[in-house]
């Protein structure tokens, strides 16, 4: 009987003790604004303006496809809080960092909605 006590509680301890956070909440956001563009040595900055649906959620990853005469992304955040947070529209600025191997036009689109991208053309 102690030893089925026993290993209850070891059971019990090693259940309790359980670390693995929750799942993060992310989700696509929409691109509303390239800003600004940076060019030098075949390395583009832009910045660009990312709407969200509270001021609880921040950037969290970019998931993208890149050519030799195009980029293009898609950007998430994740809510940053799991307190409540009010629905306010707000945005925040993301700067992301694009390498180009070769010279010549390149087209830069970003996800905005379903299949609905914002986009422009460079030339390097």
Request: net charge neutral; hydrophobic share 40%; aromatic share 12%.
């Amino acid at each position: 009987m102690k030893i089925m006590i026993g290993l209850f509680l070891v059971i019990f301890m090693f259940i309790s003790c359980d670390t693995v956070e929750p799942p993060a909440y992310t989700s696509p956001m929409p691109v509303s604004k390239i800003e600004k563009i940076t060019i030098g040595n075949n390395i583009v900055k832009v910045s660009i303006r990312v709407r969200i649906g509270s001021p609880c959620w921040g950037y969290y990853q970019t998931e993208s496809s890149k050519t030799n005469n195009s980029f293009t992304a898609k950007i998430y955040a994740k809510l940053l809080t799991t307190d409540p947070c009010l629905t306010v529209m707000s945005s925040f600025t993301h700067e992301e960092t694009i390498y180009f191997f070769t010279d010549g036009e390149k087209s830069i689109k970003f996800w905005q909605n379903d299949s609905t991208y914002i986009d422009t053309t460079i030339v390097l």
